[in-house]
């Protein structure tokens, strides 16, 4: 890759490596230079620009992280579109996060164009979550250094947690009180509960070896699929009540201790194909101790072995960590939540009159056998975005009997006062918890779920792109995707006027997104445009 000072005579085709601001133009870092753009530049003054050329044997940023992303996701994980250089891994399920973190030390240590990062080994994830992220720190990678990134990098996983049913072993002494052991119960089930798994039933006996013996017999025998033991005095000794106890039911005691604190007094044993666990002291609290890191794993159906066990003292310090997330008994966690992907509504606006159309209502024409709205919607739904709300208008019974059932629909009965009225009754209806909003028209059957996946990888409030234009050489299109910031602007508005000039009115927060096909461009206006677009 050549980079440095580039004459505009060189720069078409190079891309831009620090933003220019120009009269009525922004161009902005990352930008492939076109021929209108190094027009643009001329006639500001500028003679040249910093920029990258690439070379024979680069591979272009989003190429290069999209290929290692691909490679790296394993089950029950999806990659996003890549954008910046950027690809993210995402959960597409509840569960733990798994992967060799020697394979992503390898793919760090080839070279420096290329980075890798995950959250720790056997994290607990949720559905949606942001699990990683492939980022190419230049604008191009060696082709060379990502085939051998490719060979060393080791799968990532998130292996989901399981349905599974949890017996639990109370005993007692004289002076133990009722309420202890209900309160540990209520605790133990909560626990279960944020992994989607039960607690069985619960039985209670005295604190001596041959009656929790039969107390786990029974709870084997009721097909519990593991069996909690809670001690009403701590395990002292692999000889203890507990321990002996397993023993006696004809299992084994695989471990003894742990090196993490809280937790380092659990018991690990199984009878059969049934794992045993003696529970400390401390999961009597909701607080994250080392039995959470033993029950998440068998709720997942990973094996836990007396090494892995010994081997979690890297990171087994988790007392009084008060930057570690920790979960509360209603199961919300006490710190910040992890970050997800974006959250992006719909809004297609299918209310309009078509006039120019003539008497026929043109999202009613048919596309590709279907009416054109529909199309839209299909498209629409093909993407990440969702949830998607449909604002109807002109002839709504018409458009609402061609969708399907299962859309939101939103009524504007103020439809002939123009295109405003529509976005305030669609930005009325949307919901509460999004983080974006993308503004589709219903005449636009040429978009693709591809063309919104991108506008949803640029998004990204954080580093600034909070509308995503997308482009197609360089001329701006539809859809667009919009900040929640911007909602009560948009719902401000009045006549037969869409956002565009929001965008000029936030420029530093406008990123452009340039889209390969010419989608974003087309909608049909005209019965000749439907003519054209059926012919093609």
Not at 82 to 104: E, K, M, S, V
Not at 357 to 372: H, T
Not at 381 to 406: F, N, Q
């Amino acid at each position: 890759m050549i980079f440095g000072d580039t004459p505009l005579d060189e720069a078409e085709g190079a891309i831009l490596a620090h933003s220019h601001r120009l009269p009525g133009k922004a161009l902005k870092k990352g930008r492939v230079l076109a021929a209108e753009d190094i027009a643009a530049l001329r006639a500001a003054g500028v003679s040249q620009v910093v920029a990258a050329r690439l070379e024979p044997g680069d591979v272009p940023e989003d190429k290069a992280a999209s290929r290692l992303a691909a490679v790296m996701a394993g089950d029950g994980t999806e990659t996003t579109a890549p954008f910046t250089g950027r690809c993210n891994l995402i959960a597409t399920a509840d569960g733990l996060l798994t992967y060799d973190p020697a394979a992503l030390d390898a793919v760090n240590l080839i070279d420096e164009a290329l980075t890798v990062a995950l959250l720790p080994p056997y994290e607990v994830v949720e559905k949606g979550q942001m699990i990683g992220t492939v980022k190419i720190i230049p604008f191009a990678a060696p082709e060379a250094a990502l085939e051998q990134c490719e060979l060393l990098a080791g799968k990532v996983h998130v292996v989901a947690f399981r349905p599974v049913r949890a017996g639990l072993v109370q005993t007692a002494l004289p002076a133990t009180k009722p309420s202890v052991l209900d309160n540990t119960a209520r605790i133990t089930a909560a626990r279960l509960e944020r992994m989607g798994a039960g607690l069985g039933e619960e039985l209670r006996c005295a604190h001596d070896t041959a009656a929790t013996a039969a107390a786990i017999r029974q709870q084997i025998a009721a097909g519990c699929d593991m069996v909690l033991l809670f001690g009403a005095s701590a395990v002292v000794d692999r000889r203890d009540v507990l321990p002996a106890a397993i023993v006696e039911a004809g299992g084994t005691v695989d471990h003894f201790g742990m090196p993490v604190d809280p937790g380092n007094l659990l018991l690990l044993g199984h009878i059969g194909d049934t794992p045993v666990i003696g529970m400390p002291g401390c999961a009597r609290s909701p607080k994250l101790n080392g039995f959470d890191w033993v029950l998440q794993r068998l709720v997942a159906g990973l094996p836990v072995t007396r090494t892995d066990i010994m081997r979690m003292g890297v990171g087994g310090l988790l007392k009084e960590i008060a930057s570690r997330p920790l979960p509360r008994e209603d199961g919300h966690k006490m710190n910040t939540a992890p970050r997800k992907a974006p959250r992006i509504a719909v809004l297609i606006l299918a209310a309009g009159q078509s006039r120019r159309m003539g008497a026929q209502n043109k999202l009613l024409a048919e596309i590709d056998g279907k009416p054109m709205v529909a199309r839209v919607v299909e498209i629409v739904r093909a993407s990440r975005a969702g949830p998607v709300t449909i604002v109807t208008g002109h002839e709504a019974d018409r458009v609402k009997k061609a969708l399907p059932g299962d859309i939101a629909f939103v009524h504007n009965p103020d439809y002939a006062a123009g295109l405003s009225t529509s976005l305030k009754a669609g930005i009325s209806a949307l919901p509460a918890d999004i983080d974006g909003v993308l503004v589709c028209l219903g005449d636009m059957p040429r978009i693709s779920p591809v063309m919104i996946d991108r506008l949803i990888a640029a998004f990204d409030p954080v580093e600034g792109r909070e509308i995503c234009v997308p482009t197609h050489k360089g001329k701006r299109g539809n859809p667009v995707l919009w900040g929640k910031r911007f909602l009560p602007e948009m719902a401000a508005l009045a006549g037969d006027v869409g956002a565009k000039h929001l965008i000029g009115a936030h420029a530093d927060l406008v990123v452009e997104v340039e889209m390969e096909e010419d989608g974003v461009l087309i909608d049909i206006d005209t019965p000749d445009a439907l003519t054209r677009y059926q012919a093609s």
